[in-house]
C-alpha cells in the first residue's frame, strides 16, 4: 500500500463492473493519499463512483472524466485538459471493453465489428499512446504502469465470439509488443486476463436482454469485478523490478474458455 501512496492512476470504463471495482479496491487500498481519474461515456455514474469513494476514503482525490475511449479526437485531448494536480500519471488501466452478440459470420453486424474494435483495441491502443510521453520524461527511459485487462477470449477463441475473441487476441500481441519496445525504461506493461465475471458485460452482449444475460451465470459462481481488482492493485504495488507481466484469473469451475462446470 506504501508503495501506491501519492500516486495518480487512469482507469477507463471506471462507471461499471471491473473497472469500478479497479478504482474502489486503489482507493481501500492507499485511502490517504492517491489522485484517481475515472472515465467512462456515463459520467452521471462515474460522478456517483467518486462520492462513494470520498465517503471512506477522505484522502483520494477523484476526477471523473467523460471519455469516450472509441472516438480518438476525446483521447487526443484528454491529457492536455488534465487539472495540473492530475497530470503526473502514474498507472493507467485499460479497462474500457465490451461485447457485442453472439453472432456468426457471416451474419456479423458490421457496426458491432467497428464499436469492439475501437473500443477494445484502437481505444487501448490510443490511451496508452497519449500516457506513454509522460512516462517518458521521467528518468532510466521513463516510469510508469500500463496495466491492460485482456480475456482467457484473447487465448482461445470460441464460437459466436470470433471478433471479440479477435480484439482481445490483438490486446495481448500489442501488450507483449510494447513490453518489447519499451525493455530499456522502467515501464511495466502488464496484462490480467479475467474468466468469467459477473459484470454488465454479459448485458451488453445481449443488447440490454437482462434475462438472456443471467442466463450466462446460471449454475456456476463466476467472479466479481472486485476478485479482478485486487490482482490489478496487487500488480500495481509490487516493488519497481516486479513485473506481473501476465496473469489468467479463473473462477473455479471455469478451466478455459468453453470448460465449465455448471450445476444443474
Ligand atoms: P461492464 O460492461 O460492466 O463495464 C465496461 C466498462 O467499459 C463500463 O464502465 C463502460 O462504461 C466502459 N466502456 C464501454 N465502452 C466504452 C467506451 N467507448 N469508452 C469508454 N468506456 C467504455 O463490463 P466488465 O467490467 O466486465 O468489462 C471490463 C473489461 O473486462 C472489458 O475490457 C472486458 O472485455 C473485460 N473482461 C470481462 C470479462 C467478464 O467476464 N465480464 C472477462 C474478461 C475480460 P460506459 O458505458 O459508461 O462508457
Ligand atoms: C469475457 C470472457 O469468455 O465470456 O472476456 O468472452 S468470455
Known amino acids: 500500500a506504501q508503495r501506491l501512496k501519492g500516486k495518480t492512476v487512469v482507469v477507463t470504463g471506471a462507471s461499471s463492473g471491473i473497472g469500478k471495482s479497479v478504482a474502489l479496491e486503489f482507493a481501500r487500498t492507499q485511502p490517504d493519499d492517491l489522485k484517481l481519474i475515472i472515465t467512462a461515456r456515463r459520467i452521471d455514474t462515474l460522478k456517483e463512483v467518486a462520492k462513494e469513494i470520498n465517503g471512506f476514503a477522505k484522502g483520494v482525490k477523484v476526477h471523473p472524466v467523460k471519455l469516450d475511449v472509441s472516438k480518438p479526437e476525446e483521447i487526443q485531448s484528454f491529457v492536455g485538459q ?17 461485447v457485442k452478440g453472439v453472432a456468426q459470420a457471416p451474419n456479423i453486424a458490421s457496426e458491432d465489428i467497428d464499436v469492439m474494435f475501437s473500443t477494445n483495441v484502437t ?5 496508452t499512446q497519449a500516457i506513454l510521453p509522460i512516462y517518458k520524461s521521467r528518468p532510466d527511459g521513463g516510469r510508469g504502469d500500463i496495466i491492460n ?17 479477435a480484439t482481445k487476441a490483438a490486446v495481448r500481441s500489442f501488450t507483449d509488443a510494447l513490453r518489447k519496445e519499451l525493455i530499456a525504461t522502467r515501464i511495466r506493461v502488464i496484462e490480467v486476463d479475467p474468466g468469467q465475471v459477473e459484470t454488465e458485460f454479459s448485458v451488453v452482449r445481449f443488447y440490454g436482454d437482462k434475462e438472456k444475460a443471467k442466463k450466462v451465470y446460471e449454475g456456476v459462481e463466476p467472479l466479481t469485478g472486485d476478485d479482478i481488482a485486487e ?8 516493488r519497481e523490478n516486479v513485473v506481473l507481466a501476465d496473469t489468467l484469473v479463473y473462477p473455479n469451475h471455469q478451466a478455459a474458455a468453453t470448460v465449465m462446470h455448471r450445476k444443474t
Open 123 to 127: 481505444g487501448l491502443i490510443n490511451m
Open 149 to 165: 485487462i485482456g480475456s482467457i477470449a484473447g487465448r482461445e477463441p470460441y464460437q459466436g465470439g470470433s471478433i471479440y475473441c
Open 82 to 98: 488534465l487539472p495540473d494536480e492530475f497530470k503526473e500519471v502514474d498507472v493507467l488501466v485499460n479497462n474500457a471493453g465490451l
Open 231 to 238: 490482482v490489478v492493485v496487487f500488480a500495481a504495488g509490487r
